[in-house]
């Protein structure tokens, strides 16, 4: 069978998803593979400058994913990306001159900045505040290397 010209849907962000899920699976049980995190954050802001709608759905249902796997409070990653991307990034890259600079802030951002917007959500609702174990800084280290290829 063969495919319309005219029909140009690309099937790899619904590949993306489904590797996604092996990989969350996977690093659920093997603590050296990192979560991925600042690097759903990256996706996630470039289909809110592209208006890619199935992009973002895609990325969201990530999210939701990751948040299920790690026990946390249903979307709070997506609004605490919103928050984010609306009001603290456009301050950290028109501060910063350096590209790599604004990276590796905003990948601090994405780990740190959601571990604090989490425990004042889980403060506000009465739930168990998370613990932050020396895993997050090899986290930080290795998501940074892989935003920037991105």
């Given at each position: 069978?063969?495919r319309?010209?005219?029909?140009k849907n690309?099937?790899?962000?619904?590949?993306?998803?489904v590797?996604?899920?092996?990989?969350?699976?996977?690093?659920?049980?093997?603590l050296?593979?990192?979560?991925l995190?600042?690097?759903?954050y990256?996706?996630?802001?470039?289909?809110?400058?592209?208006?890619?709608?199935?992009?973002?759905?895609l990325?969201?249902?990530?999210?939701?994913?990751?948040?299920?796997?790690?026990?946390?409070?249903l979307?709070?990653?997506?609004i605490?990306?919103?928050?984010?991307?609306?009001?603290?990034?456009?301050?950290?890259?028109?501060?910063?001159?350096?590209?790599?600079?604004?990276?590796?802030?905003?990948?601090?951002?994405?780990?740190?900045?959601?571990?604090i917007?989490?425990?004042?959500l889980?403060?506000?609702?009465?739930?168990?505040?998370?613990?932050?174990?020396?895993?997050?800084?090899?986290y930080?280290?290795?998501?940074?290397?892989i935003?920037?290829?991105?």
């Amino acid at each position: 069978m063969q495919r319309s010209i005219s029909h140009k849907n690309n099937i790899a962000p619904y590949v993306y998803v489904v590797l996604f899920l092996i990989y969350t699976s996977l690093s659920t049980i093997y603590l050296y593979m990192p979560p991925l995190l600042a690097v759903l954050y990256f996706i996630f802001s470039k289909a809110l400058d592209r208006e890619n709608s199935t992009v973002l759905f895609l990325t969201s249902l990530c999210l939701i994913i990751f948040e299920s796997a790690n026990g946390y409070i249903l979307f709070s990653t997506i609004i605490y990306f919103i928050i984010i991307y609306r009001y603290v990034v456009p301050q950290i890259s028109k501060n910063f001159a350096c590209f790599s600079c604004a990276k590796i802030s905003v990948v601090l951002l994405a780990y740190l900045g959601f571990f604090i917007f989490y425990s004042i959500l889980s403060s506000v609702l009465l739930l168990p505040n998370i613990e932050i174990n020396y895993y997050i800084i090899y986290y930080i280290v290795i998501e940074f290397f892989i935003v920037s290829i991105l």
